[in-house]
T-cell receptor, first 115, second 113 residues
């Protein structure tokens, strides 16, 4: 069965510093990987995805993520954090195979950017 | 496009009551799903549908029913509410399964007393 782990419940970073939110995954075959962001009292919004090809994926709001197959990781990164980046971030995986393969989410990491 | 809409936004139920959470999308998406979000648990999949007339169970289906009679609508029914079903419920849709992003509704906050 597919699964996602986000090892950090909370990440704190100073404004202007680089940020990393970690994600590791487990699937039997090849993965589709996603990052979503949730602001308070809102639904989730799509940030970026990895399907195939270049391991560095660029997404919305200056975020990027690096796919590492050997480490089964898909960490979210941003070179310079903003206070407005403070939110709850979710990593998700869908296995690439025939049949129904629902999207599975991690437990989320709360990012706090301090001015 | 309105995107994914959910009603109601808030609901309080007594134990044993039943109700239906409504979800609709106007993007002609094939795939729709229901999640519940609980503190420290992330999003857990309840049920999903890959098209009209086709539904399947997710990770936590017990106590919930769904149907998909049209492409647009995907209601979630609580047959006999329990305090353990107190949660925030999100409906989501995507064009299809596979490497496409899901669009989420604003959520329904349900409290069962």
């Amino acid at each position: 069965a597919q699964s996602v782990a986000q090892p950090e419940d909370q990440v704190n970073v100073a404004e202007g510093n680089p940020l990393t939110v970690k994600c590791t995954y487990s699937v039997s075959g090849n993965p589709y990987l996603f990052w979503y962001v949730q602001y308070p009292n809102r639904g989730l919004q799509f940030l970026l995805k990895y399907i195939t090809g270049d391991n560095l994926v660029k997404g919305s709001y200056g975020f990027e993520a690096e796919f590492n197959k050997s480490q089964t990781s898909f960490h979210l990164k941003k070179p310079s954090a903003l206070v407005s980046d403070s939110a709850l971030y979710f990593c998700a995986v869908r296995e690439l195979r025939k049949g129904n393969t629902p999207l599975v989410f991690g437990k989320g990491t709360r990012l706090s950017v301090i001015a | 496009n309105a995107g994914v809409t959910q009603t109601p936004k808030f609901q309080v139920l007594k134990t044993g009551q039943s109700m239906t959470l409504q979800c609709a999308q106007d993007m002609n998406h094939e795939y729709m799903s229901w999640y519940r979000q609980d503190p420290g648990m992330g999003l857990r999949l309840i049920h999903y549908s890959v098209g009209a007339g086709i539904t399947d169970q997710g990770e936590v289906p017990n106590g919930y029913n769904v149907s998909r009679s049209t492409t647009e609508d995907f209601p979630l029914r609580l047959l006999s509410a329990a305090p353990s079903q107190t949660s925030v419920y999100f409906c989501a849709s995507s064009l299809r399964q596979g490497p496409v992003e899901q669009y989420f509704g604003p959520g329904t906050r349900l409290t069962v007393t």
